[in-house]
């Protein structure tokens, strides 16, 4: 599988910084709990649903890098 992330998924991804697929998930998932702006809950959502979807070994060769 070759997962494609927009700007804004690899952004929200950086935020979290591990190697771990788990660990990001479930980071993403405690904060899509508290976001009160629809649009965050969406991007956040469509994030979880492409690493539910990926392997680690998929997620561990990517870099996610905060872009403007």
Avoid: H, P, W, Y
Wanted: glycine share 2%; hydrophobic share 40%; charged share 45%.
């Amino acid at each position: 599988m070759n997962t494609k992330f927009t700007v804004e998924e690899s952004n929200l991804i950086s935020i979290f910084e591990d190697k771990s697929r788990e660990k990001v998930i479930r980071s993403i998932r405690d904060i899509r709990k508290r976001l009160d702006d629809e649009e965050m809950v969406e991007l956040a959502s469509r994030v979880l649903g492409k690493l539910d979807r990926m392997s680690d070994e998929e997620f561990e060769e990517m870099e996610f890098i905060v872009a403007d």
